[in-house]
């Protein structure tokens, strides 16, 4: 099984490396793919260029076993639709399950994604949770797909899975803040993007 972890990585974090650790272990997955998006559809314009949150991405990754970062999104050309994204994987992996991860938050939203009901077709969808976080009521849609049943997800594509996970509180927004107010934000994230940070004068 291969995982697909996106974001902004404006800048990586702790939060978004941890949680990709634990579902990579959670799951057993063969390797969990980190894929920077270019243009987000639904957020603001990053802050740092795409070529370097992709840098600071492979800083943060380097030496990690059975973690990739994927820079697809970044090569196209135009917004970033994970409609292209699953699409591509899944004529790379013709024979792999892919589970694609994504927040609470981002899944209330998700009827609202390009050509959302497609994306089952491609891959499952497996909504990250906290305990005791508030989840708008499931569709006959979304119930038909609902599994508990983990080994479903051997499958190739087609099945919503709730995962809890220990997400920790760390927030890009919260570390630019840091950085603009002069505050030090090490320790949530690695030494090394930090540094790379402080090097290009990113975020001030």
């Known amino acids: 099984m291969i995982g697909i972890f ?30 920077p998006c270019a243009q987000p559809v639904h957020r603001d314009e990053p802050s740092a260029t795409a070529a370097q949150r992709l840098e600071m ?12 970062v994927d820079a697809q999104e970044l090569e196209r050309s135009g917004g970033s639709y994970t409609f292209h994204t699953l699409e591509k994987l899944r004529f790379d992996y013709p024979n792999e399950p892919l589970l694609l991860f994504i927040g609470r938050d981002a899944f209330n939203e998700f009827t609202t ?22 989840l708008n009521p499931l569709d006959e849609f979304f119930k038909s797909r609902l599994t508990n049943d ?13 995962q809890e996970i220990t997400q920790l509180a760390i927030s890009a927004t919260a ?9 030090n934000p090490r ?13 290009h004068q990113l975020y001030f």
């Open 57 to 68: 991405l492979q800083i943060a990754l380097e030496n990690q076993p059975n973690f990739v």
């Open 6 to 35: 996106g974001g902004t990585f404006d800048p990586v974090h702790y939060g978004h490396l941890r949680s990709a650790l634990e579902l990579k272990e959670l799951f057993e997955l063969d390797h969990i793919r980190l894929i």
């Open 113 to 134: 994604w390009f050509r959302w009901r497609e994306l089952f077709n491609f891959a499952h969808i497996v909504v990250i949770t906290r305990p005791n976080s508030a």
């Open 187 to 199: 320790f949530l994230l690695p030494d090394a993007v930090l540094d790379y940070i402080f090097k």
């Open 150 to 162: 983990k080994s479903q997800l051997k499958q190739l594509a087609g099945r919503l899975f709730f």
């Open 175 to 183: 570390i630019r803040g840091m950085i603009a107010t002069k505050q």
